[in-house]
């Protein structure tokens, strides 16, 4: 059977950034919340699964290609589907386009349930997921990169402590949060002069409430920087961040 989940969503000004675009931190949280209506849809949404089968589904990694940001008050016309399913893991796409049908930007998401008391991943047909679901195409078509770079301390941010506003119903720190400390290592001046085409980010250990994190950057070439969040010498989160310079 297909399953896909649409919706409509205007663009608010609490979710734009200084030009009034809808800013990366708040558009991963659209594709965060229509992934969450997504599995919800299909009888898998982590309140399900955490009550009836002891797990809940845990983003491995996410990408996020950008056409172009939508402004505020713009509406999105937004769609989440499957794209694929392996024995451990699915993959979901999230497309965002304008009432014009225009595609404005392109999300995916790799996710696994992950057991509550093991902690170890499960197999998805041992928790609540539809065995009839039929994949669909891919937009983006495209693997998730390796981000292996080297950081040294030389490229140290920031350090900080996590708060409990941070914290989410799975009780570790929320996916789309990470994306705001990502860009906390950037000023605002520096977005003034350069515009994000692509993101992505993997996440490789959870963070808890008062758990020290420091940011690493590095800029590989011109147009692409990596990111790695470390929590003592265990690795957090790495991030890649595609740009080009603004005209």
């Known amino acids: 059977m297909k399953y896909k989940y ?28 229509m992934m969450t209506k997504y599995f919800k849809t299909i009888g898998s949404d982590n309140y399900t699964t955490k009550m009836k089968d002891n797990s809940v589904w845990v983003v491995s990694k996410a990408r996020i290609l950008i056409n172009k940001f939508p402004r505020w008050l713009d509406v999105l016309k937004e769609e989440s589907y499957t794209t694929q399913k392996k024995l451990a893991r699915v993959e979901l796409e999230t497309i965002f386009k304008d009432k014009k049908d225009n595609i404005l930007f392109i999300v995916n998401h790799e996710s696994c349930p992950v057991d509550l008391t093991t902690k170890r991943i499960r197999k998805i047909n041992s928790i609540s997921y539809p065995s009839d679901m039929e994949l669909e195409e891919s937009m983006q078509n495209k693997e998730f990169s390796k981000l292996n770079t080297f950081f040294s301390d030389r490229d140290i941010c920031y350090s900080f402590n996590v708060k409990s506003s941070d914290i989410d119903f799975s009780d570790h720190v929320n996916n789309a949060i990470y994306v ?19 993101f992505e980010i993997h996440y490789i250990k959870e963070a808890k409430e008062d758990q020290s994190l420091t940011i690493y950057k590095k800029e590989l070439e011109d147009g692409i920087i990596d990111v790695l969040i470390k929590s003592d010498q265990c690795e957090i989160v790495r991030a890649r961040i595609e740009y080009i310079k603004r005209v």
């Open 6 to 33: 649409n919706n409509e969503h205007e663009v608010t000004y609490s979710e734009v950034d200084k030009n009034i675009n809808l800013s990366l931190l708040h558009s991963i949280m659209l594709a965060q919340d």
């Open 180 to 198: 705001r400390y990502i860009m906390d290592a950037f000023t605002s001046d520096y977005w003034n002069h350069n515009l994000i085409k692509n």
